[in-house]
C-alpha cells in the first residue's frame, strides 16, 4: 500500500522539495536524533543542513532570496523534519512565523533590512508573547515599553521563548499605552517590538538578559528560554509595521500559522510512533507467532493508522485554506487540537506495543512518548482550541430567532 499521509494535488516543484527533505531526514536526523536528545544537545549539523537546504527562506518571497512556497508545502515538510525529530522542527518554526510576520506587517524598511538575511539563515528569528505570570491569556501581558524621544524603552520578563539563546532576532509583544488612554481594551494597547541581539546567554545586549536554557522533559536539543528586559532601548523603526498598538493582532496572525505548524509536527510525530509501533509488531514474537498477528495488536495498528490520517487531512486543509488567503483560525484550531490529541494517542499506542522496552531509552518511542505532551500545550492549549472553535461554529450557526 502507499505510506500513509499522502497529499494529492501537489506540484512536481512541492513533490521534489518535499522528496529531498525526507531523504534528509532519513540519513541525517533519525540515526542521531535520540543521542543529541538524550544529552540535550543543540543539533548544529543538522540545521547546517536544513540552511544548505534553503529552508530558512522556505516561505520567504524570492524577491528577498527566499524559495517563496507556500504554508502547504512548508507544513509538510515540518510533518517530515518532526517524524524525525520534533525539537528539529522547533528550531525552523519560530523562524517562520516571525519571518512570516514580517512579511505580512512589517514596514518596507524592515522588509528589505531583515528578510534577505533571514532567508539566508544569517539571522534567526524568535518571538516571545508568554511571561511567568500568564499562559494563554495574552491580554494580561504586564512587559511594558515607554516612548523615550526616537526610542522606547522596554522592561519586563518574557517566558518559553523557544530558539531564545541561538536566534538573533526576537519579535517581542509588550504593552505600549502611547497614544491609548486609560480603559482601551488590552488588546488594543499592544506592540510587537523587533529586537535584535547577539546569539548566546547572559547579557546579549544592553538591557537584554538571556538566562540560560529551561531544563524539560522532552523537546530537547532546542534551547528554550526566559528573556529579560531591564531599561531596553528599541530604536522607534524597530516597531513591527512602524504603528503601536497593532501587536496583538499582529502576533494572532503568527500563531495562526504556528498552529498549523503545531498541527503538523504532531502528523510528523504520530506518523513516526506508528512506523515504529507496525515495525516492532512484525518482529516481537510472542505465543509462537508475531504480536502483530494477535487481533488486539491489528486493532491498535488500525486505530493509530487512521488517527495518522485524519490529522493530516485537517492540517493539509487547513494550510490550503490559510494559503488561499481566507480566515482559517477554525481549520486551524481543529487541526491543532486533532492533531496534538491524536498523535498523544497513537504515541501511547506505539508505547503499549513495545511493551517493556518502550520503557527504555534504548528504544526511539521513549523520546517520543516525552516529546508528544508539549503539543498539547504548544500555540495554545486543547481547551483554548475549542474555545476559538466553539465561537466560530456560533458566528457560522448564529440562530435568527
Known amino acids: 500500500m502507499?505510506?500513509?499521509?499522502?497529499?494529492?494535488?501537489?506540484?512536481?516543484?512541492?513533490?521534489?522539495?518535499?522528496?529531498?527533505?525526507?531523504?534528509?531526514?532519513d540519513k541525517e536526523i533519525i540515526p542521531v536524533a535520540t543521542g543529541l536528545e538524550h544529552r540535550d544537545e543543540y543539533p548544529q549539523q543538522i540545521v547546517d543542513g536544513l540552511r544548505e537546504l534553503g529552508l530558512f527562506g522556505l516561505t520567504i518571497?524570492?524577491?528577498?532570496?527566499?524559495?517563496?512556497?507556500?504554508?502547504?508545502?512548508?507544513?509538510?515538510?515540518?510533518?517530515?523534519i518532526a517524524r524525525g525529530w520534533m525539537s528539529v522542527s522547533g528550531i525552523i518554526n519560530t523562524h517562520f512565523i516571525v519571518a512570516y510576520m514580517l512579511k505580512q506587517h512589517g514596514t518596507q524598511e524592515q522588509k528589505d533590512h531583515f528578510l534577505?538575511?533571514?532567508?539566508?539563515?544569517?539571522?534567526?528569528?524568535?518571538?516571545?508573547?508568554?511571561?511567568?505570570?500568564l499562559g494563554s491569556d495574552v491580554s494580561a501581558i504586564t512587559s511594558k515599553a515607554v516612548r523615550d524621544g526616537d526610542e522606547y524603552v522596554?522592561?519586563?520578563?518574557k517566558m518559553w521563548l523557544t530558539n531564545g539563546g541561538t536566534s538573533s532576532l526576537v519579535a517581542v509583544l509588550v504593552r505600549s499605552d502611547e497614544g491609548h488612554p486609560e480603559g482601551t481594551a488590552p488588546h488594543r494597547s499592544m506592540t510587537t517590538f523587533l529586537v535584535e541581539k547577539e546569539p548566546g546567554f547572559g547579557e546579549v545586549r544592553p538591557g537584554l538578559t538571556v538566562p540560560g536554557k529551561i531544563d524539560k522533559m522532552g523537546y530537547k536539543g532546542v534551547d528554550t528560554t526566559e528573556l529579560i528586559m531591564d531599561g531596553l532601548r528599541v530604536p522607534a523603526d524597530r516597531v513591527l509595521g512602524g504603528?503601536?498598538?497593532?501587536?496583538?493582532?499582529?502576533?494572532?496572525?503568527?500563531?495562526?500559522?504556528?498552529?498549523?505548524?503545531?498541527?503538523?509536527?504532531?502528523?510528523?510525530?504520530?506518523?513516526?510512533?506508528f512506523e515504529l509501533g507496525v515495525r516492532y509488531a512484525q518482529q516481537r514474537h510472542t505465543f509462537g507467532r508475531p504480536i502483530a498477528q494477535h487481533q488486539a495488536i491489528q486493532f491498535k495498528?488500525?486505530?493509530?493508522?487512521?488517527?495518522?490520517?485524519?490529522?493530516?487531512?485537517?492540517?493539509?486543509?487547513?494550510?490550503?485554506?490559510?494559503?488561499?488567503?481566507?480566515r482559517n483560525d477554525l481549520e486551524a484550531g481543529m487541526a491543532k487540537y486533532l492533531?496534538?490529541?491524536?498523535?498523544?494517542?497513537?504515541?501511547?499506542?506505539?508505547?503499549?506495543?513495545?511493551?517493556?522496552?518502550?520503557?527504555?531509552?534504548?528504544?526511539?518511542?521513549?523520546?517520543?512518548?516525552?516529546?508528544?505532551?508539549?503539543?498539547?500545550?504548544?500555540?495554545?492549549?486543547?481547551?483554548?482550541?475549542?474555545?476559538?472553535?466553539?465561537?466560530?461554529?456560533?458566528?457560522?450557526?448564529?440562530?435568527?430567532?
Do not use: W
Request: proline share 2%; with cysteine; hydrophobic share 40%.
Open 61 to 80: 518571497p524570492e524577491e528577498y532570496g527566499g524559495l517563496g512556497e507556500s504554508l502547504l508545502t512548508y507544513a509538510l515538510c515540518v510533518e517530515e
Open 243 to 273: 504603528v503601536t498598538g497593532r501587536g496583538f493582532y499582529q502576533m494572532m496572525d503568527g500563531v495562526e500559522v504556528g498552529r498549523v505548524n503545531v498541527a503538523a509536527r504532531g502528523c510528523g510525530v504520530a506518523q513516526r510512533a
Open 154 to 157: 522596554l522592561n519586563g520578563q
Open 2 to 25: 502507499a505510506r500513509l499521509a499522502q497529499t494529492a494535488g501537489l506540484t512536481d516543484v512541492q513533490q521534489e522539495i518535499l522528496s529531498t527533505v525526507r531523504d534528509f531526514v
Open 301 to 326: 495498528l488500525a486505530e493509530m493508522a487512521t488517527k495518522v490520517e485524519a490529522a493530516h487531512a485537517m492540517m493539509v486543509n487547513a494550510a490550503r485554506k490559510k494559503d488561499s488567503g481566507e
Open 339 to 401: 492533531a496534538s490529541e491524536y498523535c498523544k494517542e497513537v504515541v501511547e499506542d506505539a508505547f503499549r506495543i513495545h511493551g517493556g522496552y518502550g520503557f527504555s531509552k534504548e528504544y526511539e518511542i521513549e523520546r517520543l512518548y516525552r516529546e508528544a505532551p508539549m503539543l498539547l500545550i504548544g500555540e495554545g492549549t486543547a481547551e483554548i482550541q475549542k474555545m476559538i472553535i466553539g465561537r466560530r461554529l456560533l458566528e457560522e450557526y448564529r440562530f435568527q430567532g
Open 116 to 133: 534577505p538575511r533571514m532567508a539566508a539563515g544569517d539571522v534567526r528569528g524568535a518571538f516571545s508573547m508568554s511571561e511567568p505570570g
